[in-house]
């Protein structure tokens, strides 16, 4: 059976391209065009047939909302909760990552919850499997392909497979004078890897197997980034870009087999190496989508991460990133709750908008905005914004609904004197 990628590359117009042409706006030769080439990912595994929906060149700005359970928060209601008001939100997709209770029951719960693509991360629950035997460095090759097939099977629609992570990357990390070395769960079970056993990391080795795994369930690949900086320090060095190169060679392999691939980028980056680092993952991986965790673009505010990674966000999208991964006020501090989720989920909404803005997506949303805040329309301004319900309670705050202006400005409002005179 043809993949997504084959049907694209053949011109088959499949109900999923007519689908998701008109929820983006664009012609359906477009949607084909970009899935053929690569530049286009549509995540959709049939085990679980999320509702249509594409990431990368020409498109609008995905958002997606990490889930799941740690050791000492085992909640399934909470992530359900959680995932409840993602979609409630807009969240464009969601990931479960859990690394406590049962796993395979929670991941069974959100695939069947979830109508939105849907990512994992299987090495988490494979290195966590061999840690509680014995360590983590013990996981065989079989273990990780067999964990990968279990995600697939499933239904998982992305998968996040740390491919790039090699022993001539691993010597650069060696080399360098790197303050934090490898922050990425998924990157740290790897590189251990490598370093006991003195071996190939066997997604690398065997990345045809993996590729005909794709293939056979149809999920796609998000090549992930096992050394993305994780502070300010080590953004752009050795380490970073020599796994990003290794991604780009990756992404080739992948489409000459008809298998979806994105890319996965950086996390801590000053604002001034952005626009660099989106260009360069656009150069060295062949234009494939690239999915970014913030950028963090400062390492000092803990409990407003959110807020820093939607700064980084706007600046990535403006330079190009297609898909971005939220980050909460709890980042870096405990696992979120269902209010971080959906704070963290807005912030990145809001960057994303801003991005899509420059792409001249969307602009009709601000044109509403501005034409209800000049006749001081409430509800149609609750309407168009990304959080009615909090500015609800903040209009009312103050004031009765029958007042026209809010409690900030009063019998004094700027835009109320103004329409009286130049109605007259």
Not at 240 to 262: F, P, W, Y
Not at 280 to 285: F, H, R, S, W
Not at 379 to 391: I, R, T
């Amino acid at each position: 059976m043809p993949t997504i990628m084959q049907d694209a590359s053949n011109g088959v117009v499949t109900p999923m391209i007519k689908a998701i042409a008109e929820k983006e706006n664009v012609t359906e030769r477009f949607i084909m065009d970009g899935i053929s080439s690569g530049r286009i990912v549509a995540p959709c595994n049939p085990a679980h047939s999320p509702e249509p929906a594409a990431i990368g060149d020409g498109l609008r700005i995905k958002v997606n909302v990490n889930l799941g359970t740690s050791r000492d928060m085992v909640c399934l209601e909470d992530e359900l909760k959680k995932l409840k008001v993602a979609l409630e939100y807009g969240a464009d997709a969601v990931m479960d990552l859990s690394t406590g209770g049962d796993i395979d029951m929670i991941r069974a719960r959100i695939l069947k919850e979830s109508p939105i693509m849907t990512g994992s991360v299987p090495i988490y629950q494979i290195g966590l499997t061999a840690a509680r035997k014995n360590a983590v460095v013990e996981m065989t090759e079989d273990d990780m392909f067999n964990g990968i097939e279990r995600h697939a099977k499933d239904g998982m629609d992305f998968m996040t497979v740390h491919c790039g992570i090699t022993k001539e990357n691993v010597g650069w990390l060696k080399k360098s004078d790197r303050k934090m070395d490898v922050v990425s769960r998924g990157g740290s079970f790897l590189t251990a890897w490598i370093l006991h056993n003195d071996e190939e990391n066997p997604l690398y080795k065997n990345f045809d197997y993996l590729l005909e795994l794709a293939k056979k369930y149809e999920f796609t690949l998000s090549l992930g980034d096992g050394f993305r900086p994780g502070c300010i320090d080590d953004a752009s060095d050795a380490a970073q870009i020599s796994e990003l190169k290794t991604l780009g060679h990756l992404v080739k392999r992948s489409r000459e087999a008809g298998v979806q691939a994105m890319v996965e980028g950086p996390g801590h980056m000053p604002l001034n190496q952005i626009e660099g680092n989106m260009m360069l993952e656009k150069q060295l991986c062949h234009n494939a989508p690239f999915y970014v965790l913030g950028p963090l673009v400062t390492d000092i505010a803990p409990g407003y991460d959110h807020i820093v990674g939607a700064i980084g966000g706007s600046i990535a999208a403006k330079a190009g990133a297609d898909f971005l991964c939220y980050l909460t006020p709890a980042e870096h501090l405990s696992l979120p709750d269902v209010e971080d989720v959906k704070e963290g989920l807005i912030a990145s909404k809001i960057a994303a908008h801003v991005g899509d803005l420059l792409r001249g997506k969307d602009r009709e949303l601000d044109t509403r905005m501005a034409e209800a805040r000049k006749r001081l329309d409430w509800d149609a301004m609750f309407d168009v914004c990304l959080d009615p319900e909090k500015a609800r309670r903040y209009r009312e705050r103050g004031c009765t609904k029958k007042e026209e202006g809010c409690s900030m400005c009063g019998d004094v409002c700027a835009v109320k004197i103004v329409n009286q005179y130049l109605t007259n």
